[in-house]
């Protein structure tokens, strides 16, 4: 668990500094896939899945 969320951590930040400097490239991508894999097998997944849910059922119902 400790090196998941350490790694989860990790491709956050390059994520943030990656999409801040717009250097939007292949790497990029690379590192935000594998911030969702990463992110997605902590606790915060089931969070972040109602989340979705929420913000999608809010929009339809514009």
């Known amino acids: 668990m400790a090196i998941t ?3 989860v951590a990790l491709f956050g930040l ?3 500094f990656l999409l801040r400097s717009k250097t939007l490239g ?6 935000a896939a594998m911030f969702g894999f ?5 606790g915060a997944s ?3 899945n ?3 849910a929420a913000v999608i059922d809010a929009i339809g119902k514009l």
Do not use: D, K, N, Q
């Open 38 to 42: 990463y992110l997605a097998s902590t």
């Open 26 to 31: 292949y790497g990029s991508a690379f590192i």
């Open 5 to 7: 969320v350490s790694l």
């Open 14 to 16: 390059v994520l943030f």
């Open 50 to 52: 109602e989340l979705s």
């Open 46 to 48: 089931g969070p972040v």
